[in-house]
């Protein structure tokens, strides 16, 4: 993947607007905005573009004003979990820029995208000066912990079949739409999930046998949304026994498990 991206200054106003898409930062006084607006920039990145990896020396935060950026660690052989996906509005990389350790996972562009980038140095000292937009950033961060609290859980506890249907689901729900874009390959679905590719295809045919699903290509029609709202709720690990270890999900679990909130 490449790391090359454009980045650009933009208006003092439209920095401004940007930042008051941040819930903490839409709290500071309106002065505080607009001198915090001034030492962010526009940074435009190219679909498969990292934003940054997973290690690095945290510079900043980063707020999607378009297109959509997912962030995944890598497991100790090469495969990848995805903790999130995130569209406009949403924030990225708050948890290293205050613990002052390298990013928890890599960000990579899913389509092209423009972030506005905010510097560490500049939004550590508006958070000093204003205590009201700390509290809630500190509300903010522990959303993410149980965030990712339930991905462990979903991993430890859940068949791929359910954790599959699960994320049919929810991409039906943030699409508003019954036909769902599958990404690129099995083994982009298989890290969104926590499993590997022949796990994935198993799990798409199970559904389709079923009758909860249709795949045409990248296109998978969800033909019956009940059916697959009691595949994701029933499926449990200790329904599927040994399946467990097949799937090779205790790597991935262990890798969910070094993640530092």
């Known amino acids: 993947m490449n790391r090359t991206h454009a980045a650009g200054r ?25 001198w915090l607006a001034r030492r962010c920039e526009v940074r435009r990145v190219a679909v498969g ?12 935060i980063f707020l999607i004003l378009n297109g959509r950026v997912k962030v995944v660690r890598s497991g100790p052989e090469g495969r990848e979990q995805v903790l999130h996906q995130e569209g406009p509005g949403a924030t990225l990389g708050e948890v290293p820029v205050f613990d002052g350790r390298g990013y928890l996972g890599s960000a990579v562009a899913v389509d092209d995208a423009s972030l506005l980038f905010v510097p560490r140095s500049p939004l550590a000292e ?17 959303a993410r ?46 890290a969104h999930i926590g499993t590997v590719r022949e796990q994935v295809s198993r799990a798409l045919s199970q559904l389709t046998r079923s009758g909860a699903i249709k795949v045409q290509g990248r296109s ?13 709720a029933s499926q449990s690990r200790a329904q599927a026994g040994s399946h467990a270890h097949s799937t090779g ?9 070094t993640t530092k909130y």
Do not use: K, W
């Open 10 to 34: 933009t208006s003092t106003r439209g920095s401004v607007e940007a930042i008051e898409q941040i819930a903490y930062l839409r709290l500071l006084p309106h002065a505080e905005r607009e």
């Open 49 to 60: 573009a990292r934003i940054f990896g997973e290690g690095d020396v945290p510079s900043g």
């Open 126 to 142: 508006v958070l000093l000066r204003n205590p009201t937009s700390s509290a809630e950033l500190i509300r903010i961060l522990a």
């Open 145 to 190: 912990i149980r965030h990712f609290a339930m991905l462990i859980e979903d991993l430890s506890m859940r068949t791929v079949p359910a954790r599959l249907a699960g994320y049919l689901l929810r991409e039906s729900v943030r699409t508003g739409n019954t036909t769902i874009e599958l990404p690129g390959t099995r083994e982009d679905l298989a």
């Open 220 to 232: 998978l029609h969800i033909l019956d949304a009940e059916r697959l709202r009691n595949c994701a």
């Open 249 to 257: 999900l205790g790597a991935v679990r262990a890798t969910v498990n």
